[in-house]
């Protein structure tokens, strides 16, 4: 039932991803990896995130969708440069395709990347891209069940965020539910609760991805 | 970048399916393979058409998930039969899981077998189970542009069912866009808007679902 394929794709993966790993390091370039299922927000908590963030660090996106540049469109529409990878079908970026991207972008200028994974809560989980954190967001509209029935993106996140909880009156979403059962699988994750679109909430997530960026930017300064 | 590896699982998959279908065709049993992200409503939309056509259709549900047996507990609570088929991390059932559960269910009782994929846009639309259709949901939560960036399971699907409108009040979604988007993919497919939990716009749903059992367990009728 399970075909033994997965193990050399992933060897392949992780050795690429680790030169990506190196040649972000050497920038002290820091790499988001956002991962979530289609329409849960990963484009609006970028430009939002974008906004928030933009005086502060020099910023660029990665795309990743099966088609289309609808997303990297949106993100060049605020001046910050976008890189679109088109997979053709392959449901996550491998490492392959962001060093792609990263050669397409102008790494000398930049202390922020970050990567807008294919729409997914499953395959983007098992590819090391050579990211420093994934992380993920949950909307509120897709509910509380969701670590239980896929706990793999949950356990392997740093952050866990929590979208648009400004529609939370519509929905029957258990908050506290959630919140146990994320804290089950990753007890070292934050969990961050905000809506994209108001703004409720963003502070606190704006502050532990800054946090991280300094982190990686000013080793020196620790 | 591709690596080739999709062909021959592709293949052996195939061959398993044509036996699922072989032997559901025997028994004049309708599958159904019901594709959705996560969250998009797939266990309302059986429980919902299971309460309007178990006085008509014998039925049966095929549970599939990376993990955890929320879903088919759900079912077996209606007294209908479920077998749950967790894949361990896949993001997508393959015909060997579903045989196995074809063999767990008793297919002289049954008219419709309704098959709950991994939720995933991606992955599933590649793989053929045996079923008669594939259906598909979005939710009005995931956004109207989602057949622009996942193209391939709006081409796959026999009828595509855009779920939660009654949220519609509270999300951006274009619903004429929507509606064009998916019929420049695939024309022949109806779209069906409707509300699981209210039950709005279920009938045309449960009207075109019965009238594809029908023509399936009854072929001497036509």
Redesign the interface.
Known sequence: ???D?HKP?LDLNDRLAAENRARLDEHGIYLLDLLA???AGKTSLILASIERLRQRYRIAVIEG????D??SQKIKAQGIPAVQINT????HL?S??VKRALDALDLSQLDLIIVEN??????PT?FYLGEDAKVMIL?V???H??P?????IFQVARAVILN?ID?MP??DFDERAFRQSVQDLNPQAPVFPLSATTGKGLELWVQWLAGEVDRKSEPDDS
Do not use: H, R
């Not at 969708?65 to 289309?68: E, H």
């Not at 294919?118 to 395959?123: D, F, Q, Y």
């Open positions: 039932m399970q075909l394929i794709i299922s289609p329409g969708d099966i088609a289309s609808v997303d053709g079908g392959a449901c491998e392959a395709m294919v729409g997914n809560l499953v395959c098992d909307s509209p897709e509910g069940d969701k239980l029935k896929y706990p793999g648009k529609t519509v929905f």
